[in-house]
């Protein structure tokens, strides 16, 4: 006798999860409709007189050696990263971290976060 009752119980409970189911699934479906959309306007021209600087973009250049292809980062004319590609293995990266022609290897560009450095003086 009291298998049954403790099976009626279960089917009571798994009947009343479904019901209160079905009752709140079309309640969370209207609350989640996305409010009314506005297009992001275009942004403003540049000021007048601004003009972008080609020497402040980066140069590429794109050598072969034997099967391996070299690409040579520049701005300035200086040269601050290599990316060498092997024809048969995972790209690597020679950077020049401090600016001084010391190139280290780094197997991805993105090596995590790095400090900021910039030059304040040169000479």
């Known amino acids: ?15 009343l999860a479904a019901l209160l189911l079905a009752v709140a699934l079309p309640a969370a479906a209207q609350q989640s409709k996305p409010p009314v959309l506005q297009p ?3 942004p403003p021209p540049p000021p007048p007189g601004y003009e972008l600087d080609p020497s402040l973009e ?16 520049r701005i300035g ?6 990316k060498i590609t092997p024809q048969n ?9 401090q600016g001084n022609g010391t ?10 976060i790095k400090p900021p450095m910039w030059v304040i003086f040169q000479w």
Not at 1 to 15: A, D, I
Not at 58 to 73: A, F, H, M, N, S
Not at 77 to 82: A, C, E, F, S, T
């Open 77 to 82: 004319g200086k040269l601050y990263m290599i």
């Open 103 to 112: 190139f280290t290897r780094q197997d991805q560009y993105d090596s995590g």
């Open 1 to 15: 006798m009291w298998l049954g009752q403790n099976y009626m119980s279960m089917r009571t409970r798994h009947f």
């Open 58 to 73: 980066p140069q590429v250049t794109i050598l072969k050696r034997g099967t391996d292809t070299v690409e040579e980062y």
């Open 89 to 97: 293995g995972k790209p690597y990266y020679l950077v020049d971290n």
């Open 40 to 42: 992001i306007p275009e």
